[in-house]
């Protein structure tokens, strides 16, 4: 090895990142050459300066006015997500009760009064009858007089799984 | 300062995971023990320990809120410095002229080494040489450096966190310590020892 290349490889030498086989020549380099030997040391020197600059403590103060910044950035979060919702709304009211129309209109049409039949349904009916309750919590169903009469809700639920059922 | 090397490097990782799932006292404790190492990072961008807190503050509840982002397949370390990086970039160059201006008046307010023991006088020249030459070398040699001695962390860690290669790593850090060692010169030929 010579001291250009023991050079380059220096920094990385003493930093213990070197190939053991590329370690092994730069320190038998080192061992031989007195300028290579100075800068090793003046490296050392300034590893250690470096390792002592001096860093300021956190304050007392430090942790409270973190909890605060934190309790800030997650308002905001909440607040900026929270019009989105309320953009949604309509869009999803307005999807729910064109289902729910389509789904009355096909019951009503195959509505013959006679219940005694498998229970059976459309995909779209069956998604139906699974989200009454999330459809009730919009305020959609309740807007259909159509799911007023008793014979289509008790269709609606004869399409759901018995453990579906709520009592 | 070499950041909490006694700590199993997977321990920090699943802390992280536990607060992925809810535990909010997963982070507290992540917190709690990379506040220090983060605020010193952030003051080797400033040179002002009242900025270096508000950068920190900020780059923990990037932490909390980018939480989801964090994968256990690096450590968790590196994650966040390369957050700290990414904030404190954004930061000193977004009011670059503030930092700036301040951090060579900081620099001109340092006390003078002009009484005490002469090893002490010395070595507080040097403390402040040492401060000036390192504000003065380009950022990523800095942050390179400052990983490293300061954070005791691989050039593989360094390398992730820096989003480069090991090999960048190692020419960083050799060009820094180059660049230092000139600047420094005189207190080495004087006193022959830093």
């Not at chain 1, 190939?19 to 040391?41: K, N």
């Not at chain 1, 997650?74 to 729910?96: D, H, I």
């Not at chain 2, 390369?82 to 970039?89: P, S, T």
Request: net charge negative.
């Amino acid at each position: 090895m010579n001291c250009r290349k023991c050079n380059k490889h220096l920094s990385a030498w003493l930093d213990g990142e070197l190939p053991r086989a590329l370690a092994d020549e730069l320190s038998a380099h080192l061992s031989s050459c007195p300028a290579c030997a100075e800068r090793r040391r003046q490296l050392e020197a300034l590893n250690g300066a470096v390792a002592r600059l001096e860093s300021p403590q956190a304050s007392p103060g430090f942790d409270a006015a973190f909890s605060r910044r934190l309790l800030q950035a997650r308002r905001q979060a909440a607040e900026a997500t929270a019009p989105r919702r309320r953009w949604l709304f309509p869009l999803v009211a307005a999807a729910a009760s064109a289902c729910i129309v389509v789904a009355v209109v096909v019951l009503l049409r195959g509505h013959d009064g006679s219940r005694q039949s498998a229970p059976a349904g459309t995909p779209g009916e069956l998604v139906l009858a699974q989200n009454l309750d999330l459809l009730r919590d919009y305020g959609v169903v309740a807007q259909l007089d159509a799911l007023e009469d008793p014979e289509v809700v008790m269709q609606l639920h004869d399409l759901l799984p018995s453990e579906e059922v709520t009592p | 300062m070499v950041m909490q090397q006694e700590l199993a490097p997977d321990d920090d990782a699943r802390l992280m995971l536990a607060f992925q799932q809810g535990d909010e006292q997963c982070f507290d404790q992540l917190f709690q023990r990379y506040k220090q190492p983060v605020i010193s990072f952030a003051h080797r961008f400033t040179r002002r320990g009242d900025v270096a807190e508000e950068l920190a503050q900020e780059i923990f509840v990037k932490c909390y809120m980018a939480r989801d982002s964090y994968r256990p397949a690096a450590r968790f370390s590196t994650w966040l410095f390369r957050i700290a990086r990414n904030h404190c970039l954004n930061e000193v160059r977004r009011q670059d002229y503030r930092y700036r201006s301040e951090s060579i008046e900081a620099g001109t307010n340092e006390p003078t080494a002009s009484a005490g023991p002469e090893e002490e006088a010395r070595a507080r020249a040097l403390q402040r040489d040492l401060e000036r030459a390192m504000a003065a070398l380009p950022e990523s040699q800095r942050t390179a450096l400052v990983l490293c001695r300061l954070h005791g962390m691989s050039y593989d860690e360094i390398a992730a966190a820096m989003e480069t290669s090991v090999g960048a790593v190692k020419s960083l850090l050799n060009r820094a310590r180059g660049s230092l060692l000139t600047r420094l010169a005189g207190h080495l030929e004087a006193h022959h020892e830093l």
